[in-house]
């Protein structure tokens, strides 16, 4: 099974919550000991692997993993929202984590 290699967080400095995923993704890449990479507003990588819209437009920011094997792919899209509509970052924590094992055949 191929094991993650690299976070690769698709962002703008300018979005409201950048630095909400930009504290995840190193979080994330910390407990997983792997590497991480931020790249701006890189909209062909997203348009490739990330979510699109109906028309085919990505949005930031995205959070996708590349595996040792080369590929890569999208963990989160879109950032969870508590009951208080307010963005849910153990809940996100969760899902990109669960989608990293699943990855990894466990």
Known sequence: MPKPKKLILVSATHHPLHSLW????EEIANEYG???????ED?????EYGDTD???MAWLPQLLVEL???TIKLLLSQMPLNESLEPDYDKAK????KKLKELEGG
């Open 22 to 25: 930009a504290k995840l993704t």
């Open 34 to 40: 792997i590497e991480r990479e931020i790249r701006y």
């Open 43 to 47: 909209y062909l990588l997203l348009t």
């Open 54 to 56: 109906e028309y085919g």
């Open 68 to 70: 040792d094997d080369g």
């Open 94 to 97: 969760d899902i990109v984590i």
